[in-house]
C-alpha cells in the first residue's frame, strides 16, 4: 500500500481538488483499516464533488465497518437519492440493515437489485443468508441455487448452499 499512497499523495499535490484521487486514496485508506484517514479523505472528496457516488458510498463503507450504521445508511440514502438504482449503494445499505436486524429493509433492497439484475450473484448470496437467519431455508437455497447456475464456481454460494441443505437436513 505504501507505493500507492505515495502515488495518491503526488496526484493530490499536483491537484489538491482532485476528487478522484481523493476518493481513491480514501478507499485504500480503508482497505489498509485506517478509517479515521479514510473518512477525511473520502469527506474531502464528496466536499469537492458532491454528486461523487462512489464517494458517497465508500465513505458509508468505512461507516458501516466501524458498526457506525446509522451514519452509514444515511451515505448510501444520499447516493441512492442521486442514482436510486445503484446496485451497490443498494447492496451496502441491505447489510447496514442486516446488521441492524432489520431484514425486511435489507430484502427490499436486494429485491430491487435483482429486479434489474435477477442474476448478480452477490445479492442472490446476501438475500439467501437473510433468508437463512430468517429461517427460509428453502427460499435460501432457491437463491442459492440461481447463483451457481450463473457462476458454477462461486466457493461463497457452494458454502452457502451446503449450509441450507445441511439446515434442511439434506
Known sequence: YRQAIADLDAALRIDPLDAWAAASR??????MGLYDLALADLTMAVR???????????????????????????????????S?????????????????????DALT???????TSPDDVRALFQR??????????GEALADLDHALQVAPDDSWALVGRARALALLGR
Not at 109 to 115: C, Q, S, T
Not at 128 to 137: F, P, S
Open 26 to 31: 480514501g478507499e485504500t485508506y480503508r482497505e
Open 48 to 82: 469537492i464533488d458532491p454528486n461523487d457516488t462512489w464517494a458517497i458510498v465508500s465513505r458509508g463503507q468505512v461507516y458501516e465497518e466501524q458498526e457506525r450504521y446509522a451514519e452509514a445508511i444515511a451515505d448510501y440514502d444520499e447516493a441512492l437519492g442521486q
Open 84 to 104: 436510486p438504482d445503484d446496485a451497490w449503494a443498494l447492496q451496502r445499505r441491505a447489510e447496514a440493515y442486516a446488521a441492524q436486524g432489520r431484514f425486511d
Open 109 to 115: 433492497d436486494l429485491g430491487r437489485v435483482l429486479g
Open 128 to 137: 439467501a443468508e437473510i433468508q437463512v437467519q430468517l429461517g427460509r431455508h
